[in-house]
């Protein structure tokens, strides 16, 4: 979610921030500058046999100020996002939008507080991230209390959305967003085993409504290197309960399990279980629903480049991914292999007899490349290139029969950064 604002206003306010505060040391100006080309022959969605690939060019310019003292510390960070050629020329269309607005106080040596607009980002951001793939980002309206000392981490958070601010009555929801969020986050260094463990209760209402209904998420992400850090270990369990808007009752869950390998201190091989629950569909005395939710989580490095995977897969996800990773030729390289499955049963939404038939597990494979290099003076160049061998099942799945076997991702992104 965004907070738009008039252009000359957010233009002003930045110039007044950098003539006010241009005087003084704390005051640190950064930027990005990322414009890229992309080429989709069934990005985020298959195409069908008679529909074109599409040639398109977007791009993110954001600048974020940051003033920081002994006890508190102020961050306004703003951004330009556009595909080129959205608008017409001498038209002032409104562009500009408020990424992050957030102050941090310093209460003690151990103890922080920190509202506003901001990013979060845990642990390997499966449940909350701050999705920087995509141009618009995300950020989130929060207040944060933040412990920390040499042994461990606790953070606890909280949200309460509202769509507008001269509302002097209860209204309904009506962005797709949650109503309210909380959290509770805790991590600690147990010997070779970097722990942490997250509670997250999301409120969501019910269309034209102000009745809550909550998920709450919980579980643990565990890290453990042996082998004089040449070999890691990954683990992750979360379980899902609570209450959907049409008043279904949640039980869900998912897991992940990885082993990785490095060598020469330059490359890195890893094996990665991604199992995601779901409901089966022929189970006709279920009444819970099963299919695990990915709340806000990064979805481009887990699921394929191709993103051809949404928040709430019915039948649940089986992810099994091969990973090479490294540097070469002054740069840093990843090359992915994905198998993915259905792990429960889905009933043939297309061939609908008197005997109900199952989908075939198989969905597809997937391979992901990318290269990224960086240059002198904040320049950098980074490509990826993904093609998708989709299955039956998963053409039904989406609704798209008559889409094509094989789709394909390529980009190349500029990326442009400084600081003073």
Request: charged letters at 20%.
């Amino acid at each position: 979610m965004k907070i738009r604002m008039n252009k000359k206003a957010l233009l002003s306010f930045v110039l007044f921030l950098t003539i006010t505060f241009s005087g003084f040391a704390q005051l640190n100006i950064s930027g990005e500058f990322r414009p890229r080309l992309e080429y989709r022959n069934g990005y985020m969605k298959l195409l069908n046999e008679d529909q074109s690939p599409e040639t398109l060019i977007h791009q993110r310019a954001r600048i974020n100020f940051n003033h920081k003292t002994q006890l508190a510390e102020f961050n306004l960070s703003a951004q330009d996002v556009r595909a080129w050629g959205e608008e017409k020329i001498l038209v002032d269309n409104n562009s500009f939008s408020v990424y992050e607005a957030w102050a941090q106080f310093q209460l003690n040596e151990q103890l922080q507080i920190k509202a506003g607009r901001q990013e979060l980002v845990y642990d390997d951001e499966r449940l909350l991230s701050r999705r920087n793939w995509h141009n618009f980002g995300a950020t989130y309206d929060m207040l944060l209390l933040k412990h920390q000392n040499d042994v461990q981490q606790f953070h606890i958070g909280a949200g309460y959305n509202n769509e507008k601010w001269n509302s002097w009555w209860a209204t309904p929801y009506d962005l797709d967003f949650f109503k309210s969020l909380s959290f509770l986050w805790y991590k600690r260094q147990l010997g070779a085993i970097n722990a942490s463990a997250i509670g997250i209760l999301e409120l969501n209402e019910k269309e034209e409504s102000t009745d809550l209904y909550g998920r709450f998420t919980y579980g643990t992400n565990l890290d453990y290197k042996v082998a004089e850090n040449s070999v890691s270990l990954q683990g992750t369990f979360y379980h899902q309960v609570g209450t959907e808007t049409d008043g279904t009752s949640i039980n869900a869950f998912m897991f992940s399990s990885g082993v990785k390998w490095k060598y020469h201190n330059k490359h890195a091989f890893g094996i990665t279980l991604d199992y995601l629950s779901g409901t089966d569909e022929t189970d006709l005395n279920n009444t819970k629903n099963k299919t695990f939710h990915k709340l806000n989580g990064a979805f481009h490095k887990f699921y394929g480049y191709m993103e051809l995977f949404p928040i709430n897969q019915q039948g649940g996800l089986l992810d099994f991914y091969l990973r090479l990773s490294g540097s070469a030729l002054k740069g840093k390289y990843q090359i992915s292999w994905h198998q993915f499955s259905l792990p429960n049963n889905v009933l043939d939404p297309v061939d609908i007899g008197v005997e109900p038939k199952v989908l075939d597990k198989d969905l597809g494979s997937e391979l992901d490349l990318m290269y990224d290099i960086s240059f002198k003076q904040g320049f950098g160049l980074k490509f990826n290139y993904s093609f998708f061998l989709a299955q039956d099942s998963y053409k039904k799945l989406v609704n798209k029969v008559d889409a094509k076997d094989f789709s394909s991702f390529a980009s190349l992104m500029l990326i442009y950064k400084f600081k003073n």
